[in-house]
């Protein structure tokens, strides 16, 4: 549940839920101190759904991340959308495992890693290539808020004890697109965004590091998938533009592309399917 590959074995949720009980993503009195104020925004009106709280360090991506609200957007959002039973706490933290954001289904909580944000920003603002006329700030924001709903994804997935076939990485991914790419402009900027840093991360990689047995799909093919995933939704009146942009042959072939469209109706078809029983609408 680990959002970026190369940082050891992952565990998937099904496997922690054999394994030990989960469970609630609260803070004991022991670690009151640590866990910081929860925003009240995001907080959902029962006592399942997802949360939001910040521990100390990282001043400045703490900063960004509450001034512009990335978690609690993400929070209210799918508090909005789904049931969720159990409480999710997405938690903004120093990590000392590699600043890999991921899902504990043992402790319920997403934990945000500052030096991810950190990171990220670094990557932008130093990027040369296309898309480097784009803020900085603003892509990272965008690669926050997919990683934010892709986390989220492992999350329902325990906690509704969601059915999928694949992958469970690839599933999340879909959910992240479903969800970004519902929201207009601002959503499927924030998924070009990720689908940038994901080619920066491929770029930058040793081939000889690469491990065959990760559950997650190569950086390289992740951007493809969301590159297809922004072809595949645009309405027909915006294809032609949008292809341009899109298809560069290098990370979205012209073959994939003919398959985009039809790639995301499934995903789309497939998570509100897979969410039906469990939306607020119902």
């Given at each position: 549940?680990?959002?970026?590959?190369?940082?050891?074995?992952?565990?998937?949720?099904?496997?922690?839920?054999?394994?030990?009980?989960?469970?609630?993503?609260?803070?004991?009195?022991?670690?009151?101190?640590?866990?910081?104020?929860?925003?009240?925004?995001?907080?959902?009106?029962?006592?399942?759904?997802?949360?939001?709280?910040?521990?100390?360090?990282?001043?400045?991506?703490?900063?960004?991340?509450?001034?512009?609200?990335?978690?609690?957007?993400?929070?209210?959002?799918?508090?909005?959308?789904?049931?969720?039973?159990?409480?999710?706490?997405?938690?903004?933290?120093?990590?000392?495992?590699?600043?890999?954001?991921?899902?504990?289904?043992?402790?319920?909580?997403?934990?945000?890693?500052?030096?991810?944000?950190?990171?990220?920003?670094?990557?932008?603002?130093?990027?040369?290539?296309?898309?480097?006329?784009?803020?900085?700030?603003?892509?990272?924001?965008?690669?926050i808020t997919e990683t934010l709903y892709h986390e989220a994804a492992h999350a329902l997935i325990d906690k509704l004890d969601l059915p999928?076939t694949g992958h469970e990485e690839d599933v999340a991914d879909q959910f992240a697109a479903y969800r970004l790419l519902d929201q207009g402009?601002?959503?499927?900027?924030?998924?070009?965004?990720?689908?940038?840093?994901?080619?920066?991360?491929?770029?930058?990689?040793?081939?000889?590091?690469?491990?065959?047995?990760?559950?997650?799909?190569?950086?390289?093919?992740?951007?493809?998938?969301?590159?297809?995933?922004?072809?595949?939704?645009?309405?027909?009146?915006?294809?032609?533009?949008?292809?341009r942009a899109l298809v560069d042959g290098k990370r979205l072939s012209m073959q994939r592309a003919a398959l985009c469209e039809g790639e995301?109706?499934?995903?789309?078809?497939?998570?509100?399917?897979?969410?039906?029983?469990?939306?607020?609408?119902?």
């Amino acid at each position: 549940m680990l959002h970026h590959a190369g940082a050891g074995p992952r565990i998937p949720a099904t496997v922690w839920r054999a394994r030990a009980l989960v469970v609630a993503g609260v803070c004991t009195a022991a670690l009151a101190t640590a866990c910081g104020p929860r925003s009240q925004a995001a907080a959902p009106p029962t006592g399942g759904g997802l949360s939001v709280s910040y521990q100390a360090g990282g001043a400045d991506e703490r900063a960004f991340l509450r001034e512009r609200r990335l978690p609690e957007k993400v929070a209210e959002d799918l508090n909005k959308f789904v049931r969720l039973p159990e409480r999710v706490e997405i938690v903004g933290r120093v990590c000392k495992k590699d600043d890999t954001s991921e899902y504990d289904p043992e402790t319920s909580r997403i934990a945000l890693c500052y030096g991810f944000v950190r990171e990220v920003r670094s990557m932008f603002e130093a990027d040369r290539t296309s898309g480097a006329d784009r803020d900085p700030a603003e892509r990272t924001a965008g690669v926050i808020t997919e990683t934010l709903y892709h986390e989220a994804a492992h999350a329902l997935i325990d906690k509704l004890d969601l059915p999928f076939t694949g992958h469970e990485e690839d599933v999340a991914d879909q959910f992240a697109a479903y969800r970004l790419l519902d929201q207009g402009k601002a959503g499927r900027a924030a998924l070009l965004a990720a689908a940038d840093n994901y080619a920066q991360y491929a770029s930058g990689a040793d081939p000889s590091d690469v491990d065959p047995s990760d559950e997650h799909p190569p950086d390289a093919a992740r951007s493809a998938g969301y590159r297809c995933y922004l072809y595949g939704s645009a309405p027909q009146r915006e294809r032609g533009a949008v292809y341009r942009a899109l298809v560069d042959g290098k990370r979205l072939s012209m073959q994939r592309a003919a398959l985009c469209e039809g790639e995301y109706d499934d995903l789309r078809r497939g998570w509100r399917r897979l969410l039906a029983p469990h939306m607020t609408d119902r």
